[in-house]
């Protein structure tokens, strides 16, 4: 029988869910609750939902923009409740977990801990890791930075600069850096494993696994594009805190996974925006740092 998930996050500012939506639909019959459907902070709420369509497992994408510790930790442990009962749960963590106060360097699962992070969202995904790694069946991919289609082009990276790129304004930096990004098509496949497949350790770090500057990826957007505009760096002084993981977990584990090469998904992504011209407002684009 194909098996029901719930997929939670797939509104219009749910750029992870919109793109597994996308894909695990043709494989699995998803239910796809908005916030008026279900109320994820509403226990009872929750529990007659997966009882009434007979939920297999949870896809956890969604998180709140207000309240984020109560809100956040409210869903994952309402939906954890719930996911006793059922397959598993997979929900998607955070780079943020390791307090970006301070640089992150390649950083392991195993160095979850060594630091605590003191902003909310990353205590509430430090919070998460924590209980999923003593759950029976919850697991965590952790994001560190993931683009693609459907993500916020006014002030994700990527997409902002393959949208000035697109229309010939200068590609801008705040500040250099070193990241860790991976492409959002690597992800389905991935989550679907998840779904089929009994994981050995119960959170990953899903991420590309190399450093990247930031002025890297510009220039990558710019051969894409095949322009020469210019790259300007609003605040040349120094580097702004390293963002940056080990992935050898998730390669050791699942053999046939290579994420995709940072150009080639930096093309790909160029070229959507260029298709898709109209959804970019040009005015506001030129107002985005």
């Avoid at 190399?210 to 890297?216: A, C, G």
């Amino acid at each position: 029988m194909t098996k029901r998930i719930i997929l939670t996050g797939t509104g219009p500012r749910g750029f992870v869910g919109r793109n597994l939506e996308e894909t695990l639909k043709e494989k699995y019959e998803l239910f796809i609750p908005n916030s008026q459907e279900l109320d994820l902070c509403n226990y009872e709420a929750v529990t007659r939902y997966t009882d009434k369509y007979k939920i297999d497992s949870i896809v956890h994408a969604c998180s709140s923009f207000n309240n984020i510790l109560d809100s956040d930790l409210r869903m994952y442990f309402n939906l954890e409740k719930i996911s006793r009962n059922l397959e598993k749960m997979i929900y998607f963590g955070s780079g943020a977990e390791f307090d970006k106060r301070f640089d992150i360097i390649m950083a392991s699962e195993d160095d979850i801990g060594n630091r605590i992070p003191v902003d909310d969202y990353g205590f509430a995904k430090y919070i998460m890791t924590n209980h999923a790694r003593l759950s029976r069946n919850i697991y965590c991919l952790r994001l560190f930075g993931i683009f693609g289609k459907y993500e916020d082009w006014t002030c994700k990276f990527i997409s902002n600069i393959c949208c000035k790129a697109a229309y010939n304004l200068p590609l801008t930096i705040r500040r250099e850096c070193k990241f860790d990004y991976i492409y959002i098509e690597d992800l389905p496949k991935v989550v679907e494993w998840f779904l089929e497949n009994k994981p050995v350790y119960h959170d990953y770090n899903f991420t590309y696994g190399t450093p990247v500057l930031l002025t890297e990826l510009a220039k990558m957007t710019l051969k894409s594009a095949a322009k020469n505009l210019d790259v300007l760096i609003l605040n040349p002084d120094g580097f702004n805190n390293e963002y940056t993981s080990c992935n050898k977990r998730i390669l050791n584990e699942l053999s046939w996974f290579r994420p995709t090469k940072l150009d080639i998904a930096v093309e790909k992504l160029y070229k959507y925006y260029v298709d898709n011209i109209n959804i970019i407002d040009k005015a506001k684009l030129k107002n985005t740092k």
